[in-house]
Structure formats: structure tokens, C-alpha cells
């Protein structure tokens, strides 16, 4: 599927937002701040998935 750079600007933000927080999560394992940033790095995943999604739906470069 060939994507626009807006595409690519936005999932890279995304990606390197539950980098950093499944980094912190390894780093504090044990503790309450490590499952509170797992949880939050599945919910910005739901949340990528769903923006590139509405994404593709009204880019024509991408659709």
C-alpha cells in the first residue's frame, strides 16, 4: 500500500510515543508506574490504529 508523508509523519509520532512508554515500563517493571505505562501504550496504539484508519478513509494519495 503505498502511504503520503503525512501518513508516515503520524505514525512515526505514534510509534515513538509507545517506544517511549514501553521503555519506561521495562525500566520501573514492578512498580505501579510501569503498568500504568503499559496501559497507556496499548491505548495509543488503539489510537493509531484508529487515526491512520481515518486517515487512508479521506486521503486521496492514500486511499
Known amino acids: 500500500m503505498k ?6 509523519t503520524v505514525r512515526g509520532e ?5 517506544g517511549y512508554m514501553l521503555a519506561h515500563s521495562k525500566r520501573y517493571e514492578g512498580r505501579p508506574a510501569a503498568k500504568s505505562s503499559a496501559k497507556q501504550a496499548a ?21
Request: aromatic content about 6%; some cysteine.
Open 3 to 8: 502511504t503520503c508523508h503525512q501518513f508516515n
Open 14 to 18: 505514534y510509534e515513538r510515543e509507545i
Open 43 to 63: 491505548s495509543a496504539k488503539q489510537r493509531m490504529a484508529r487515526a491512520l484508519s481515518s486517515h487512508v478513509g479521506r486521503c486521496p494519495e492514500c486511499g
